[in-house]
């Protein structure tokens, strides 16, 4: 069964809110729903795929403890992965890899990776 959807707590919903909205459209993901307590986003135009809620948390992220590690968005062009990519570093995001072919991963990937507000790493890639 595929995933149905996934859970993130961030440090500030407001900021998250408004960086995801700026770039979700980019990563093929739209709005879902947003409230004072949560935020979510779904695979654009009906498309399946994991929906993604966004709720305020206690304790700030860090990628090197026990628990997420990275999400991953798969888009249709390499043109869209070059785009992401400018806009998130446009959002002030860490590039921690900019666009490239992956030779290590299943051919063909190519993907960029980079840190969200709350340092949680994103990855947009595309197989072909």
């Known amino acids: 069964?595929?995933?149905?959807?996934?859970?993130?707590?961030?440090?500030?919903?407001?900021?998250?809110?408004?960086?995801?909205?700026?770039?979700?459209?980019?990563?093929?993901?739209?709005?879902?729903?947003?409230h004072d307590d949560q935020f979510a986003i779904r695979p654009a135009d009906n498309k399946k795929g994991a929906y993604i809620f966004f709720y305020p948390g206690q304790n700030a992220y860090h990628p090197d403890s026990a628990g997420l590690q990275h999400l991953a968005f798969i888009v249709p062009a390499r043109s869209k992965v070059d785009e992401a990519t400018l806009v998130a570093r446009e959002l002030g995001s860490e590039i921690v890899h900019s666009p490239q072919e992956w030779p290590d991963y299943p051919p063909p990937y190519y993907a960029s990776f980079w840190r969200d507000p709350d340092g949680i790493m994103l990855e947009v890639v595309c197989h072909k």
Do not use: K, T
């Not at 959807?5 to 729903?33: K, R, T, W």
């Open 1 to 34: 069964m595929p995933l149905g959807h996934i859970g993130i707590n961030v440090s500030d919903l407001e900021v998250s809110y408004s960086y995801y909205s700026a770039l979700m459209s980019y990563l093929s993901y739209e709005p879902f729903l947003a």
